[in-house]
């Protein structure tokens, strides 16, 4: 299986933009795989946290 290579953005004013195939484990052990693009959470005010759910247009981000 090749391996595919990850490509990560810092989006200004927004989430982390990352493209590629991704497994997150949370501390309970339960894993989930994620392929293609996937917005990361960065000013802390998600609900779906790690994800990005759209919080920072409220809250805003500083640079």
């Known amino acids: 299986m ?4 990850a490509e990560i953005t ?3 004013g927004g989430p982390i ?5 991704f497994t ?6 339960h894993e989930e795989t994620k392929e293609h693009d ?4 960065r000013c802390g005010g998600s ?3 790690p ?3 759209g919080t920072h247009r409220k809250i805003g ?3």
Do not use: M, P
């Open 17 to 21: 933009h990352a493209k590629g195939l």
């Open 2 to 5: 090749e391996k595919k290579k």
């Open 47 to 49: 609900s779906n946290k």
């Open 24 to 29: 997150f484990r949370d501390s309970s052990g």
């Open 51 to 53: 994800f990005c759910d």
């Open 61 to 63: 981000i500083k640079e």
């Open 38 to 41: 996937i917005y990361l959470c």
């Open 10 to 12: 810092i989006t200004k």
